[in-house]
C-alpha cells in the first residue's frame, strides 16, 4: 500500500508526533511518498525519517490515499492540486482546530488503522471552477473545495458586482465583493460574512455578499449545476479572485464564470466523525452554557 | 376545458374584476367549476356569474388546471387540499402583494390566453409532510408547500428543540421554535426569522431557528430526503405546529417527523416571470437607491 | 442591618443551600425580611430556617438589600416589584446560567461578607415605563428592566407596527412583532431576534423588529429619552404587549407609549463582575475553539 | 457673509448646476472661499464663474459655513480637514445619493435661501480619534466622522483583533476586521458588515466585527466616552488602519486607541429633514412593496 504525505513548512512543535507517524506507517509496511518540499523540511529536523519517495502533488501522485499534514490551508491547496487524480485525502491536523481534518497527528494509533485496514469513509465533495476569456489571468488549476470569493483590490471604494446565472440576470449590488460557495466551504468564510451553513451532501452552493451596502441584500442558495457569470466594475483598475484563499488579481470590467468542477474531492473521515459532530463540537454550532 | 376555482371570501374591492374574468373564461368556452363557499360568496354578490359547477376541493378536483384567486393565503391553502391530485395552480393576485402568484386579476385578457391556449410553464415545487405517532392530532392534509413551524405556545417560556436527522443528533437549542421551509417557502416566514433564500429548484429543506437564546444558533441547508426528527420540551403543557400557518397543538415531549411529502405542487408561471424577478421586484432582494 | 429575601417556588434542588445561606446571615446579625409566598414555600420544607418577618414586595420592604434567590426570572419580577422604592437587589443564582445574578447560592461565604461587608458595586440599570390612554388595561406596575415586546396574539397573520419617535414617525412594518429593550436587556430576548448588544451604562434604547417580513427592516438604537408612540393593527382582534415576559393583552388599534421610567434598578454586582466577562462567559460572546 | 466650498474634481457632468450655484450666492452678496484643487479644477471648466479666494481647508477657513460639493467621500475628507475649525458643513450632493448630504446641487433657490436666510439646523456630530504609540505611522488629522476600521492588509489570513475598553479586556477575536463607528457612521460601512444603525444624537458608538471566524461574534453598543486599546497580530507584517476610507498601515503587533474625538462636526440639516426620512427614503429602511 502506498500512501503520499502533504504538508506545510511551519509545524516544528508536532515534529516528534509526525515522525512518530511516519515510522509507525512505514512498520506496517506501508510505502510513503512525500511532496517534495515538506520532505526536505522534514529531513532537515528529523534524521530518523523512514525513507520516502520525493514527489510534486500536480505531476499526478501514485498513492491509494494522501495524508495532508497541517490545518484546513494544508489540506486545500493538497485537494487543489490532486482534484483530478481521485485519491481520497485523509485530513491530519497538527495545529490549531482545522475543521477539514478528520484526526489529530498524536493519534498514530487511530490513523495507522484506519488508512491500513480500509476503515474509513470517503465523502466525495463537490468544488468549483473559475473560468475567465482572458485564460492566462488564471491560475494553472483554477479549483477551489471550499469558495471562490471576488473582494475589491483597494479599501477605499466598493465595488461593483453583476451576476447572472444561466444566462439570466439574477442581482447586482455594491460592497467589499461576493462569495461563492459549496457546502464544504459553507463554515468557512462563508460563515463570517453571514451566508448559510449548507449539510456537506446537498447539491448546492451559496452566493454570499461580503459587506453589500444596501439592507435588502441577503445570501442566496442555488443549485449546484448552476452557471454563475459575475461582472465586477470598480473605480479602482483591479479587483481579487481567490480561489480557497490563493489571490488572482483581474483587470475592473472582466467578467469571471463560476460552476462546479468536473472533479470532486474525496475526503476521508474516520468512524464516528459526522458533519453535525464537527458543527457542534470545531463551531459550537448550537452551544449554549446553560 | 375545465378550470377549477379557488379564493377567500373577502374580496369585495376587486369583485367586478373577478367577475370580469370569470366572464371571459366562459366566453371562450372554458368550463367553470368552484369551490363551494368561494361559488356561494360571489353569487351574493355577482348575480350575473356565469354557471359554475361546485365542488370541494379536498374531494377531487376534476379540472386541467386551478385558479387560486387571492394572496398567498388562499394558493397555501389550496395546494394542501389538492396536492395529491396533480393539478397544476395558477396565482391570480386579487389583494397586496403575493409571492406566490404569477398574475393580477386585473390581467384578464393575459390569463384567458395562458390558460385557453397553454402557454405557461409548470414548476414542480417540493412540499413538507409531518408526521406523528399520535396520528389523532394531525390534521387530515398534513402537508406544507411553504413551511412548518413548531412555535411555543405561551410567550413567557422558551422552548427546548432537539433535532435528530436520518437517526442521527443534529441540534438542540432553547428559543421561541424552529421552522422548516422548501425553497418555496424560504422568501415566506424563513425569511422573516433570517433563514436563508433558496432559488425554487434546489433540491433542500432550511431548519432556521426561531428567535434561538444563544448567539452560536444559525440556519442550516439540508438535503430534501433528509428525515427530521423532532422533539419538543417546554414548561408549558403544550406547544403549536403550523403547517403553512395552519395551527396545531400538540403536547410537550411530542416528537414530530418532518420529511419531503410524496406529493409536490404544479405552480403555473407565466412566461417572464422568474425567481430572481421576483426576488428583485416583490422582495426588493438587492434593491439600491443610489 | 435587614435583608429582604425574595425567590421562587420550585427550587427543591437547592433547598439546602438556601438554608445554609439563610443561616449565616442571620448568625451574622442580618435581619430577614421574606416575601410571603417565599417564606411559606420555604418554611413547608425546611423547619430549621431562621426567623423571618413577612412581607410584599410591592408594598414597601424596609430593608437595606434585597437577595432574589432563582433566576432571572426572579429577578425581574423582584425588580419590578420593587423599582420605586430605592433598593439594591442582589441575584443570587439557584439555577441555570443567570444572566442578571451576581452570585451562586452556594457560595455562602462570598455573599454574606459581601452583604455585611459592603463590598459591593451598584449598579443603576435604566428600566422602561409602558403607558396607555386606555389605563385600565395596564398591570399596576407597568415597568421593564429588561424590555417591553409587542407580540401578535395568534400565529396565523402578521401584525403591522407603526413606530412614531418624539412625536415624529419612525418606521412601520409587518411581523410577528416588535421589542424595545434597555441596555440590561440587551442580551435577552433582544439578543434572541437578532438586536445589538449595548454596554449596560449606555444611555440607549434598542428598537428590535420581531421576525419582520421584509429584508429591508434592522433593529435601531435610540437615545433613552425618546418617547415612542406604537400603533399595532391586526386582522386577529387583539395582540400582546409584554413586560419582562408578563402578558397584558390589548386590542387591536390601540396605542402604547414606552418611554424610560422615573426609576431605575439597583443592580449588586460582586467585585471581579463586569459586563465583558458576563458576555464572555454566560453567551460565549466571542469564544472562539481554536 | 462667507462660505468656504468644497469638491471632488471628477464631476463634468453636473458643472452647469455648480455654475449657477456659485453664481447665485455670488449675486446675493456671498463672499465665496474655494479649496484650492477645487477653485482650479472648476475655473478650468467654467471661465464664468464668480470670483473665488483660494484656501487649503487644513489651514483655517475664514467663513461661516462650509457647502461641501460632491458625494459622502467629500463629505466626509471636508469633515476631517476643519473638524477642529467650529465651522458647520453643508453636503450638497452632486453625484449619486449621498447620506450625508442635504440638498442637491441643481436646488439652487433651497440652497441660496437656507444659507443666506440661516434657515437651517446644525446636529453636532461626535467624531472619533485615533491614537499610536508610534506616533509618526498616523496621519496629521487622526479624525473621523463616520468609522475607523481595522483590516487584513493581505486577503489569505485572518487577523486577531484582542479589544480593551477603559484598561479591561473586552473581547478578542479572528476575523477580516474591526469597525469602531459613530452614530453618524452607523449607516456607513457599519451597515454593510450588519453593525447596529444609531439614530444620530446617540452619545455611543459601535464596534462591529468584520467578517468574524465565529458564530458567537457580534457587533456591541458602548458609550463614546469610552476609551478602546486594540491590539492587532497577524500572520501578515502588516495591517491597514482606516479613518473614514483613508488607509493608514501599521505593523502587526501595533496597537492603536480609538476614542472620542476633542472636536464635532457641525451638520448642516435643511428644514423637513430627519434622520428617520433619510433612512427610509435613502437606505429603504422598512420599505416595504405590499
Known sequence: ???????????????????????????????????????????????????????ELENGVDAQAIMSIGGDGTFLRTAQAVCSQDIPIMGVNSGHLGYLTTADVKDTALIVEALTGGTYRIEHRSMLELGCDSAQALPPLPYALNEISI?????????????????????????????????????AYNLSVGGPIMEPTTRCFALSPISPHALTMRPIVVRDDAVLDITTRSRAPLYQVSLDGQCTVLKSGTSVRIARAPHTTGVIQLQGTNFAHTLRHKLMWGKDNR
Open 1 to 55: 500500500m502506498r500512501i503520499a504525505i502533504s504538508g506545510n513548512t511551519y509545524q516544528h512543535e508536532m515534529l516528534e508526533h509526525i515522525e512518530r507517524l511516519l515510522l509507525a506507517l512505514a512498520a506496517r509496511g506501508v510505502q510513503l511518498v512525500a511532496e517534495r518540499a515538506f520532505d526536505s523540511y522534514l529531513r532537515q529536523q528529523l534524521p530518523g525519517l523512514p525513507p520516502m519517495r520525493q514527489c
Open 151 to 187: 473582494v475589491r483590490q483597494e479599501t477605499s471604494s466598493m465595488i461593483d458586482v453583476t451576476v447572472d446565472i444561466d444566462g439570466q440576470p439574477l442581482t447586482h449590488f455594491k460592497g467589499d465583493g461576493l462569495l461563492v460557495c459549496t457546502p464544504t466551504g459553507s463554515t
